[in-house]
């Protein structure tokens, strides 16, 4: 397939915004399992058979959720992608009908905080989530749904000026740095857990995220007071960046079987390009290029299709793929046809034609299925982003 026009590929976006708003945006998600009856009555006793009926349902080669009376959920990322699907394209369109969709996933974002006692404003997914590391019943706020979901109020002031938006970030900003443990704290570096539990695995995309949603915060709100700790937490992340100018997704590396992965790689990058934008602060300019670099060069292959992880190809994911197209939509010139590459390969490959993206494909099978947060939400999210930045809409570099 070549390269279609800019009116084919809006109609994709189209579709898979109209699929996705005609389930009412509740889907199945990658970790909920235990959000089955049958499991969580068999398996929910224990750490060990908790991970068990996790990894079997998200492993399986066939969507086992129907069958184990898995419930379609509301995802707090997936709504958070979703409306900043919308925002974009009102950016390139000004249609209202855009605007007005995207208030209305903001406004379902409102209703869907996570309950509890909370130093502000957080989100977490609605299943409960046994990792090795930690157990997080349905709801447990997490750093990293709560930074998307920040992103998204923080594009949604942007585009319209309503205060209300900023102080939704301005209330989660007490939760990221009141919650969440410090795993590091020091005069030049800040790391924070996953989730307000106790835990010491370092995850690398969760500082970088929190200090990009704490810069853009405090350049919109002129709160000088929060920059130190933006910029804190960015540093702790851009100095782990190994001497081939990647990220481990955890610190230390032997902490985690992940090692350079595809979406954590592009979540890392945006986050920095993020921070610098907002912060106006180019120290680390040769980090991200060097860093947009070997993403590129390592995570994806010459056709464009995403590997799983610098030395894995398989499985090809779309989360990969949306990534991809997001990340490089914007350097353009930088990295001619990249983008285009991605797009084209994951509408040859993965999207099914009827609003649904698939979601990956193994070297023997294929998972056909849609998980919406995954699949839908993602895809909309960069085909609504690559649109607007083809379009001369925004500034390409």
């Known amino acids: 397939m070549s390269l279609p026009a800019i009116e084919a590929i809006e109609h994709i976006l189209e579709e ?25 009555a068999l398996c929910g006793w224990h750490k060990w058979t908790r991970l068990l009926a996790i990894q079997t349902v998200m492993r399986f080669p066939v969507n086992l959720r129907p069958l184990l009376a898995v ?6 990322k ?15 369109t000004g249609e209202g009908r855009d605007l007005d969709r995207a208030v209305n996933l903001l406004g379902l974002l409102e209703q869907n905080r996570s309950a509890g006692n909370w130093s502000g404003n957080a989100w977490g997914y609605h299943y409960p989530w046994q990792d090795t590391g930690f157990f997080a019943p349905a709801g447990t706020p997490n750093a990293v749904v709560t930074s998307f979901v920040c992103e998204a109020f923080l594009d949604a002031y942007s585009v319209t000026g309503e205060r209300r938006f900023l102080d939704m970030v301005a209330g989660a900003t007490g939760f990221l740095l009141g919650d969440l443990p410090m795993l590091v704290d020091t005069e030049s570096e800040l790391c924070l857990g996953y989730m ?13 995220l929190a200090g990009s949603v704490i810069s ?9 007071g929060l920059r130190p700790q933006a910029r804190r937490l960015v540093n702790y992340v851009v100095q ?14 032997a902490d985690s079987h992940i090692s350079h992965d595809n979406y954590h790689t592009g979540f890392i990058l945006d986050a920095l390009w993020r921070y610098m934008e907002a912060s106006g602060d180019r120290q680390w300019e040769t980090v991200y290029l060097n860093g947009l670099r070997f993403y590129a060069d390592a995570l994806f292959t010459a056709e464009g299709a995403p590997k799983w ?6 499985p090809y994911d779309i989360h990969g793929a949306a990534q991809g197209v997001l990340t490089f939509s914007r350097h353009r010139d930088s990295f001619p046809g990249l983008a285009d590459r991605i797009l084209v390969w994951a509408l040859n490959n993965m999207y099914r034609g009827d609003g649904q993206f698939s979601y990956q494909i193994h070297r023997c099978y294929r ?8 699949c839908n939400a993602w895809m909309s999210r960069a085909l609504a982003s690559y649109l607007l930045y083809r379009s001369g809409a925004a500034s390409a570099c």
């Open 240 to 253: 782990r960046q190994t001497g081939y100018h990647a990220w481990f997704y955890t610190d230390p590396p």
């Open 196 to 208: 307000p539990l106790p835990m010491s695995m370092r995850v690398m995309d969760v500082s970088i």
């Open 367 to 374: 998972k056909n299925y849609t998980l919406l947060r995954w």
């Open 71 to 76: 419930p379609k959920t509301l995802n707090p």
């Open 16 to 40: 898979v915004l109209e699929w996705s708003q005609a389930q009412g945006y509740r889907g199945y998600n990658k970790h909920d399992g235990l959000n089955s009856p049958v499991l969580a």
């Open 216 to 224: 853009r915060y405090a350049a919109l709100a002129g709160d000088a």
């Open 78 to 92: 997936g709504l958070a992608l979703f409306a900043q699907a919308y925002l974009d394209r009102y950016r390139g």
């Open 309 to 314: 992880m610098y030395d894995t190809r398989y």
